[in-house]
């Protein structure tokens, strides 16, 4: 078994959903610490503009290909194509993800079949795919996915994108473990708050999205988000000191401890939220 993974230098890294947000940034920073980029999004266009501010930077792109990581197909196409031409990866981070919220009876089956897919069935198809050749292979590595504040605690409307979340979490869990005797370590990162075009387009079942009301919450979280750059800062740091639990604001890291310690007081904070959110339903 080779040493923990210290830096993503000189490591053939998969980032995907790096077309933008937390997946671009991460990819240019994995860039300038000198890993080699194998880059995935399901936007050909941003990725393409991503691939070339690596290159333009003097990083090293191997491969990159758009496509949904939702199609186990092609999903396993790309991973075929990548090992057969520059082997097995040293790190597989999983960034991409869509968000949709709202109340149960306003969410439809589309909501909760598409969080599914892209947030954690996307991520078991990249595992499934990326990760045995990392085991066969036995030089260790890291295992990167990225999961959500809304995967550790119950924010209102969030039971579909949670049960994608908690369970990319749940996942991450047992192959901590399992992976570990192969020196694979593994990173789950809770953001909270990010600053991405996410959060002007995530769709909101039953709430217009041009109520007043709700463009000042959407300033709001804006304004006490933390930047993308910040938390590809953080999930670099998490590999290098071997944290399994990425937290990327303060807040995130409190309100876990707070809610594991005091659980009452958490269950009426979040009755109390959710009552505040239901004044937004149309």
Known sequence: MRDRLKSVSGKKTLVTGAASGIGRATALAAAREGAELVLTDIDAAGLAE????IEQAGGKVLASRPLDISDYDAVTAFATDVHDEHGSLDVVMNVAGVSAWGTVENLEHRHWRRMIDVNLMGPIHVIENFVPPMVKAGRG???VNVSSAAGLLAFPWHAAYSAS???LRGASEVLRFDLARHGITVHLVVPGAVNTHLVQTVEIAGVDREDPRVQRYVRH???HATPPERVAAQILRGIARNHFLVYTSF???FGYWWARKFA???ELVM????????????
Request: hydrophobic share 40%.
């Open 251 to 253: 807040d995130v890291r």
């Open 221 to 223: 979280f804006q304004k």
């Open 50 to 53: 991503t691939v070339a501010l």
């Open 141 to 143: 590595g890291a295992l």
């Open 165 to 167: 979340k908690f369970g």
């Open 264 to 266: 009452l007081p958490y």
């Open 271 to 282: 009755r109390k939220a959710n009552d505040r959110f239901h004044t937004f339903l149309r």
